[in-house]
């Protein structure tokens, strides 16, 4: 059983700052990428950012230049760096890890989620 945990979330005022945090616990077999997900009230789930193993990054479109993803690789922990922050970016964040726990299975692994609120 592998199960992540987000902390970090929170209310911001517009161009502040956030730093989100998570953690995977359990048999991890291999870990071949985290990542940053985000969902607004009734939009679809959307790509913050990813990291794999080597250290390469993704990021969604609305968020280049002003958020940093990074990763501690021997604690299975991902980070989420956020400046410049936007009412738009209001949404619940959700850590993703792809990996395999057990066999040959890879699979998607998902934290509960955390709330950011951007708002004066």
């Known amino acids: 059983q592998v199960q992540l945990v987000e902390s970090g979330g929170g209310l911001v005022q517009p161009g502040g700052s956030l730093r989100l945090s998570c953690v995977a616990s359990g048999t991890i077999i291999a870990n071949y990428a985290m990542g940053w997900y985000r969902q607004a009230p009734g939009k679809q789930r959307e790509l913050v950012a990813t990291?794999?193993?080597?250290?390469?990054?993704s990021y969604g479109d609305n968020v280049k230049d002003r958020f940093t993803i990074s990763k501690r690789s021997a604690e299975h922990a991902v980070y989420l760096q956020m400046n410049s922050l936007k009412p738009e970016d209001t949404a619940v964040y959700s850590c993703?890890?792809?990996?395999?726990?057990?066999?040959?299975?890879?699979?998607?692994?998902w934290g509960q989620g955390t709330q950011v609120t951007v708002s004066a």
């Open positions: 990291i794999n193993s080597n250290g390469v990054t």
């Open positions: 993703n890890m792809r990996g395999r726990t057990w066999g040959p299975a890879v699979n998607d692994y």
